[in-house]
């Protein structure tokens, strides 16, 4: 699976986008970027995920280059409680149970 | 919808005693289902992916007979600490897929996860 690269933290004020990027210069096309987030002590969350087009659900929207080669994940109106690590991850859409392969992620803070 | 329930919470036992975690999918079933390991301030490392009544599947590096893991059912998958040690201390993690569910795929639920604390 192609490596990522995401910065270490971000700040953000509540109600504001928080715009996290993340880069996967390596990916190949037959890959998807997924976006998870965990909060402190606890499971990761599935955000979304995408392939080529941008995609938006309730959670967030993943917008991804033309060349494919960074997204960035964008929470519209971020609130405290979106304080968490978001881990960008790229993986081969197999169908088959392949395993997800976590980086640090990104410790996003969201501040009053 | 997909839920996935993982029981103890939170577990402290002594040094040599094994230890069960159960993961269970609540409302759905899960052809497959993965456990890992948090340290403190790392990211989640896998251990081992288990397909429902087949032998997981460990990651290098992970004793799968210290690390027993048994997935008899669609909604159920067991991860047993044997003869834990306080090196063994981690949050223990596991997560399910169901192909038929919304997000693809390939897309992992997971449960709450586990503290272990070996004294």
């Known amino acids: 699976d192609a490596k990522t690269t995401q910065p270490t933290s971000m700040d953000c004020a509540e109600g504001r986008a928080a715009n996290l990027p993340c880069n996967h210069s390596t990916i190949s096309g037959n890959e998807y970027v997924y976006w998870y987030r965990q909060i402190h002590s606890q499971g990761p969350q599935y955000i979304i995920h995408g392939l080529k087009n941008n995609e938006t659900n309730e959670m967030a929207s993943l917008i991804i280059t033309e060349d494919r080669k960074s997204s960035t994940l964008i929470l519209p109106h971020a609130t405290l409680r979106d304080t968490a690590v978001y881990y960008c991850?790229?993986?081969?859409?197999?169908?088959?149970?392949?395993?997800?392969?976590f980086g640090t992620g990104t410790q996003l803070k969201v501040e009053l | 919808g997909a839920v996935v329930s993982q029981h103890p919470s939170r577990v402290i036992c002594k040094s040599g005693t094994s230890v069960k975690i159960e993961c269970r999918s609540l409302?759905?079933?899960?052809?497959?289902m993965f456990w890992y390991r948090q340290f403190p301030k790392q990211s989640l490392m896998l251990m081992a992916t288990?397909?429902?009544?087949?032998?997981?599947?460990?990651e290098q590096g992970v004793e799968k007979d210290k690390f027993l893991i048994n997935h008899a059912s669609l909604t159920l998958s067991t991860l047993t600490v044997t003869s834990a040690h306080p090196e063994d201390s981690s949050f223990y993690i596991c997560s399910a897929r169901d192909p038929r569910l919304a997000g693809g795929p390939d897309t992992q639920y997971f449960g709450p996860g586990t503290r272990l604390t070996v004294l």
């Open positions: 409302d759905f079933q899960a052809t497959t």
């Open positions: 288990s397909n429902e009544g087949s032998k997981a599947t460990y």
């Open positions: 991850i790229v993986r081969e859409f197999t169908g088959g149970g392949n395993k997800l392969t």
